[in-house]
């Protein structure tokens, strides 16, 4: 007798079958028809329904004839832990907004998103003085912005009303995906910050304040991530439990994670990084196994815009110059050589790709690295750096800064300037105005925050005939075509609300923001930088 097992066939136990079975669903489905065979995206898609009937987001109607009919559509999402392993699967319908008509379906679509140094100044302030960061998300956030406007869906996929299949949605609550959603939601939700006495920052109004006699509450809002922190955890504590009354909120307790920024709790104040990140584009680019190298970029690097082959697949290219982007949120190290590579990504050539790849192979030397807050004083000071001319394809220079608060940098910038400058006097004085324009901002942020300051913010400066101009009102052919925006400078030193001192060009913080380094220099900027890591190490070859 000819048995199975002697022709080697072999029937797949239940748990293999299984995980056979997981593998092919732990991957984020393109559309509905595949997500349907999944019984774990099946139950993610009833969870949203279930959410849209409870809060009765829309009612089924016959579509007038003079109305739009947007389409929708599902989008699928595995929300993961920090170690990879998946917490649960998402799914959100969302509304084909491009479908939507101005002055029909939607009138007024901007919405505020927090700025990167409010959220830096705010981790600094915590790092100062002790306050706890707690953290709230919004489950469905853009579900509870009113709607002005008429809107009307069709049906979901897999949820049609089989009463009545013709008929579409006539949305009551705002939806993902309509063009006008992100401003309802932050609308609703700032009116009722405002009835709990917050008030809105005049210099950044995704940032909040609530300040009596006893406290201090700050609230930061992105979208649907909030941070809290303040002087009193009471305090906090009573806002937290108002908000979750009102909105349907998660209570995440002390901040960890924050839009893909991984926050820790050290004796020395707090260190803030993206390691994960990081490891996810090095797989991305499959550059896992790569040898690390000391710097982003060598030393005096220049792109040109010829000279070398184009490159065939520009998707790739710029799928991760624009994932290197968002990796300068807590790496200043790379900001120089991500505004360079950024410059090419209509026509790049393959000299730029391996611009990309340096970056690339630095990160990999250098993957623990981070920004480190740790507790100070609230002096504001700024160092500013430019690079004449730099740029051979266009002869513009390049602009550097870094504020800092005490000792910690809460903004930073490199950037091609607009026009090309006739010296560099006139190019360090541009540098100047633009970095004054931001501290005079941070300042009202302290104001904001009722934390005047008491000292007067210093801006470091390596040109002396730039701070010459700035104190002297002296005119020439060389420095009479300068823009009147710039002068305003000169009316803050003037005024004594800002103090410019010299300092040597080897103790320039910002030469990382303008040009490439060789190593020991690139390290001495990134120390001064409070860029920290746990191994205190870079590694290199």
Same mark, same amino acid.
Request: hydrophobic letters at 40%; one cysteine or more; charged letters at 15%.
């Given at each position: 007798m000819q048995t199975r097992s002697k022709s080697d066939i072999y029937k797949k136990k239940a748990f293999v079958a299984q995980q056979c079975s997981d593998s092919v669903f732990l991957k984020e489905p393109s559309t509905f028809q595949a997500a349907s065979k999944s019984v774990q995206w099946q139950a993610a898609m009833k969870e949203e329904m279930d959410a849209f009937l409870q809060q009765h987001t829309w009612t089924l109607v016959p579509l007038p004839s003079h109305k739009n009919c947007v389409g929708c559509k599902w989008i699928y999402k595995l929300k993961k832990n920090l170690d990879g392993s998946v917490a649960r699967f998402k799914a959100r319908l969302v509304a084909k907004?491009?479908?939507?008509?101005?002055?029909?379906?939607?009138?007024?679509?901007?919405?505020?998103?927090?700025?990167?140094?409010?959220?830096?100044?705010?981790?600094?302030?915590?790092?100062?003085?002790?306050?706890?960061?707690?953290?709230?998300?919004v489950k469905n956030a853009f579900l509870h912005g009113f709607l002005d406007e008429e809107v009307y869906m069709s049906q979901p996929p897999g949820f049609v009303d089989q009463m009545h299949p013709e008929y579409v949605c006539k949305l009551e609550w705002s939806l993902y995906g309509l063009k006008h959603a992100p401003r309802a939601w932050n609308e609703r939700f700032s009116k009722f910050l405002l009835q709990?006495?917050?008030?809105?920052?005049?210099?950044?109004?995704?940032?909040?304040?609530?300040?009596?006699?006893?406290?201090i509450v700050v609230l930061l809002l992105y979208v649907d991530d909030i941070i809290l922190t303040g002087?009193?955890?009471?305090?906090?504590?009573?806002?937290?439990?108002?908000?979750?009354?009102?909105?349907?909120?998660?209570?995440?307790?002390?901040?960890?994670?924050?839009?893909?920024? =991984?926050?820790?709790?050290?004796?020395?104040?707090?260190?803030?990084?993206?390691?994960?990140?990081?490891?996810?584009? &090095?797989?991305?680019?499959?550059?896992?196994?790569?040898?690390?190298?000391?710097?982003?970029?060598?030393?005096?690097?220049?792109?040109?815009?010829?000279?070398? %082959?184009?490159?065939?697949?520009?998707?790739?290219?710029?799928?991760?110059?624009?994932?290197?982007?968002?990796?300068?949120?807590?790496?200043?190290?790379?900001?120089?050589?991500?505004?360079?590579?950024?410059?090419?990504?209509?026509?790049?050539?393959?000299?730029?790709?391996?611009?990309?790849?340096?970056?690339?192979?630095?990160?990999?030397?250098?993957?623990?690295?981070?920004?480190?807050?740790? %507790?100070?004083?609230?002096? &504001? =000071?700024?160092?500013?750096?430019?690079?004449?001319?730099?740029?051979?394809?266009?002869?513009?220079?390049?602009?550097?800064?870094?504020?800092?608060?005490?000792s910690n940098p809460i903004s930073w910038s490199s950037k091609k300037q607009h026009t090309v400058r006739r010296s560099s006097t006139e190019t360090?004085?541009?540098?100047?105005?633009?970095?004054?324009?931001?501290?005079?901002?941070?300042?009202?942020?302290?104001?904001? &925050?009722?934390?005047?300051?008491?000292?007067?913010?210093?801006?470091?400066?390596?040109?002396?005939?730039?701070?010459?101009?700035?104190?002297?009102?002296?005119?020439?052919?060389?420095?009479?075509?300068?823009?009147?925006?710039?002068?305003f400078v000169r009316e803050r030193v003037q005024q004594g609300t800002i103090l410019q001192l010299f300092v040597n060009s080897s103790d320039q913080y910002t030469n990382m923001f303008t040009k490439?380094?060789?190593?020991?220099?690139?390290?001495?900027?990134?120390?001064?930088?409070?860029?920290?890591?746990?191994q205190h190490m870079i590694e290199g070859g």
């Open positions: 907004g491009f479908s939507q008509e101005a002055g029909l379906d939607y009138y007024e679509t901007f919405s505020l998103v927090v700025k990167p140094t409010t959220v830096w100044l705010i981790l600094a302030l915590a790092a100062s003085y002790g306050w706890k960061l707690k953290q709230l998300d709990l006495g917050f008030k809105t920052s005049y210099a950044d109004p995704s940032l909040f304040v609530k300040s009596t006699d006893h406290s002087d009193s955890d009471v305090a906090v504590q009573s806002v937290i439990s108002q908000l979750t009354k009102k909105f349907d909120m998660k209570d995440l307790g002390i901040l960890h994670f924050f839009l893909g920024l =991984q926050i820790e709790y050290q004796a020395r104040g707090l260190f803030v990084h993206q390691h994960k990140y990081v490891k996810e584009l &090095l797989q991305k680019a499959n550059m896992e196994e790569c040898k690390p190298c000391l710097t982003p970029c060598h030393p005096n690097q220049k792109l040109l815009n010829h000279g070398s %082959p184009p490159i065939l697949d520009l998707t790739t290219y710029r799928s991760l110059v624009g994932a290197l982007q968002y990796l300068t949120f807590t790496r200043p190290d790379i900001a120089f050589s991500v505004n360079q590579v950024c410059q090419f990504m209509h026509q790049p050539l393959e000299s730029h790709f391996t611009a990309v790849k340096c970056i690339l192979r630095y990160l990999k030397g250098s993957i623990d690295l981070g920004l480190c807050f740790t %507790p100070g004083s609230l002096h &504001l =000071q700024a160092y500013i750096d430019a690079d004449w001319a730099g740029d051979l394809n266009d002869r513009r220079s390049t602009t550097g800064f870094v504020v800092f608060i005490g360090e004085y541009r540098a100047m105005a633009t970095t004054t324009t931001e501290v005079v901002w941070i300042q009202q942020l302290l104001q904001d &925050l009722h934390l005047p300051q008491t000292d007067v913010p210093l801006l470091h400066c390596d040109n002396i005939s730039t701070m010459a101009l700035t104190t002297y009102p002296v005119f020439h052919s060389k420095s009479k075509h300068i823009e009147i925006d710039c002068h490439g380094l060789c190593s020991p220099q690139f390290r001495f900027n990134c120390s001064n930088l409070m860029l920290g890591c746990s």
